[in-house]
């Protein structure tokens, strides 16, 4: 099938006039929004873009202190496609249930219970909306570990998925993975797991693009600008427990036997340069998957999809052809 994404839908000349002006309102006429029970009961905002003639349906994960909200380009871009898009905020993050007393720092239990949600969402609306469709997966970073556990405990559901630098292995400021462990166990132990950990000062309404995840710095300001205007997108901090989850998890993402149950075909999209997760284990985990796929893109850090344009234009028209060819 002939790529439809010959040009970027959207480009970094006129970013925010194209995105307030074009995007967000054809957006809002699609989206449809609400709430799920998650495994637990609690509530897990979610949305969705449903299109006429769509020839897939697309769940995207996102990463650590995202949401719903920063993929709004990636769903413009996947419904050029001829996808429909389907978008949570996982515990934590966004609208959803919160376990932190502060608002900007994401905790979790166990990391298992964002892969119980996910499953939740994926079997009560979007297969319920996607009917015969193929269901393709589209996943950032901690949604990356999310992802490469749900495809090892649920083969089959989804027919594709896409991997946008996946937290096989998170890095750790600098600190040995055994004692960032060790340390986040302590304070486990003492009841302040769902505590911030030291080190983390919460959001920075003065941050630029320069020190942040992306090499654009109008798709940078233009979510920042979202962020310091809606309290319910500025988490910045992990908790105790959050990081001692982020730790134990590269075991399960790495296991051989887990990963050979992968079967689909897998594309990993890696950055050139990454400052949140180890490229090397990423490698590694690639190298487990029967059917998986590694692209590296250069002039670009660890969210691809907030890269300058001749970098998201690859990147878009790699995963394009991943998903229909």
């Given at each position: 099938m002939e790529l439809r994404i010959k040009d970027l839908p959207v480009s970094e000349n006129g970013y925010a006039e194209t995105m307030k002006e074009k995007v967000e309102p054809f957006l809002a006429k699609y989206r449809q929004e609400g709430f799920f029970r998650g495994h637990d009961g609690q509530n897990i905002h979610y949305e969705k873009y449903l299109i006429p003639d769509a020839l897939a349906s697309v769940t995207v994960v996102h990463g650590f202190t995202e949401s719903a909200?920063?993929?709004r380009e990636m769903a413009f871009n996947f419904i050029v496609m001829g996808f429909n898009v389907f978008l949570l905020d996982q515990r934590g993050h966004g609208t959803s249930f919160r376990y932190a007393p502060d608002p900007q720092t994401v905790s979790v239990n166990k990391f298992d219970e964002y892969i119980e949600d996910l499953d939740i969402?994926?079997?009560t609306i979007v297969k319920q909306d996607s009917g015969e469709l193929p269901l393709y997966v589209y996943c950032h970073s901690m949604g990356g570990a999310v992802t490469i556990q749900y495809l090892q405990t649920h083969p089959g559901v989804f027919k594709k998925a896409v991997l946008s630098a996946p937290m096989v292995l998170c890095k750790t400021a600098g600190?040995?993975?055994?004692?960032?462990l060790a340390v986040s166990r302590v304070f486990c132990t003492i009841g302040k797991g769902h505590?911030?950990?030291m080190g983390f000062h919460g959001f920075n309404p003065d941050k630029t693009y320069v020190d942040s995840n992306m090499t654009s710095e109008a798709r940078f300001n233009y979510y920042q600008a979202k962020k310091c205007a809606n309290k319910d997108l500025q988490t910045a901090n992990a908790s105790y427990k959050w990081l001692k989850e982020?730790?134990?998890v590269a075991k399960k993402?790495?296991?051989p036997a887990r990963c050979a149950k992968i079967e689909i075909p897998v594309l990993l999209c890696q950055p050139e340069e990454d400052g949140s997760v180890v490229s090397e284990k990423e490698n590694e985990f690639i190298a487990l998957v029967p059917?998986?796929?590694l692209v590296k893109f250069p002039n670009s850090r660890h969210e691809i999809y907030g890269s300058v344009d001749a970098t998201v234009?690859?990147?878009?028209?790699?995963?394009e052809k991943f998903y229909k060819e």
């Open positions: 909200e920063k993929f969402y994926v079997n600190l040995p993975q055994w004692f960032a505590d911030t950990v982020a730790v134990l993402n790495l296991d059917n998986g796929k234009l690859e990147y878009l028209q790699t995963i």
